[in-house]
């Protein structure tokens, strides 16, 4: 008798959606803020994006056949996306042997020591970006003045940015006020910081591409901005001498680049929307306690990976009922 039931795996209903296809497209919508960064850091930025790409790529497949004696990984997109977003948490003049420092760890450490993409529990990126910070602090709050095309890698001059004055205008210097720059400027990116968390215009049009994309949901970034818009606000409302307006929180440092593409990381984040909800706020929540009252001016990177932690136990708190299950 001829077999006429076939039992296969889930899924039986395939969307279409790969790892590789929405890898390429996060690195679409990165290229806004890639592009914004050439225009406002010149070649200093070129230098840091592609040492960080190549070094990250190198080590994934070094690692993978090497020490994992596996297949390269590196079709599926992701090292390439770790390489950008970890020097676009960068300054535009950090020397080159730091860079392949951060792509290592960040490599080696936040990724593969786990067993590769889909088991890391923190965002490969930031474990980089954290640890230069943590080992190389001078460098890493040494933030080039935007000069256009003409700005120099080698020789760039530094400034404060606008996180740093906000820090410095919460702690009682109403002079660092007049130092602010413009909304303007902050929308458009024409101030100092990291390559690519300086235009949150640019930032923006990458949310709006992985949105129309269906890459990521609405959740997690407008979650983060939300809670970080209320809570700045009270805080200008109470006393509006010591706390600046939301909206410099919000083009300033590192909030819409890590609430658009690295807080959204599928891995590393919850997968309910409920769970998605918490992560922002808690990530929101983090971002504005670290900014006003830690060590550091910028708390995005902490925040997120504080909350990377936490995930496991969102997603248990979370998770929907089995079908059939009782209620209790």
Not at 14 to 24: A, F, S, V
Not at 52 to 80: H, M, N, Q, Y
Not at 260 to 271: L, N, Q
């Amino acid at each position: 008798m001829a077999q006429k039931l076939h039992i296969t795996t889930s899924p039986h209903v395939h969307c279409g959606d790969t790892i590789e296809r929405n890898m390429r497209w996060v690195i679409v919508a990165l290229m806004p803020a890639l592009i914004a960064s050439f225009v406002y850091f010149g070649a200093g930025s070129l230098i840091v994006t592609a040492t960080s790409v190549l070094s990250c790529l190198f080590f994934e497949w070094f690692i993978t056949r090497v020490f994992l004696k596996r297949p390269s990984t590196l079709a599926d997109g992701s090292a390439i996306i770790t390489g950008i977003l970890l020097a676009f948490n960068l300054p535009s003049n950090l020397p080159i042997y730091m860079i392949v420092v951060g792509a290592l760890v960040a490599i080696g450490i936040g990724k593969m020591a786990f067993g590769g993409l889909g088991n890391n529990p923190f965002n490969p990126a930031l474990v980089g970006r954290v640890f230069l910070l943590i080992s190389f602090p001078a460098k890493m709050t040494s933030w080039p003045v935007p000069a256009g095309l003409a700005t120099s890698y080698v020789d760039a001059q530094t400034g404060a940015t606008p996180l740093n004055l906000i820090g410095q205008i919460a702690g009682g210097n109403s002079a660092a006020a007049d130092q602010l720059p413009a909304l303007k400027d902050l929308f458009l990116g024409n101030i100092g910081g990291c390559i690519g968390e300086v235009s949150a215009l640019a930032l923006l049009i990458g949310l709006v591409i992985l949105l129309w994309r269906r890459v990521i949901t609405w959740h997690i970034p407008v979650t983060i901005f939300a809670t970080v818009a209320v809570l700045t606000g009270i805080m200008w409302l109470i006393n509006p001498v010591l706390y600046v307006n939301p909206l410099y929180h919000l083009c300033s440092g590192g909030l819409m680049l890590g609430a658009i593409f690295m807080a959204t990381d599928y891995v590393t984040s919850p997968m309910t929307v409920k769970g998605m909800v918490w992560y922002g706020i808690g990530i929101g929540f983090l971002t504005v306690v670290i900014r006003y009252f830690g060590s550091y001016p910028e708390g995005m990177s902490f925040a997120i990976l504080l909350m990377n932690a936490v995930t496991p136990l969102i997603n248990n708190w979370c998770k929907p009922k089995r079908f059939g299950e009782a209620v209790k």
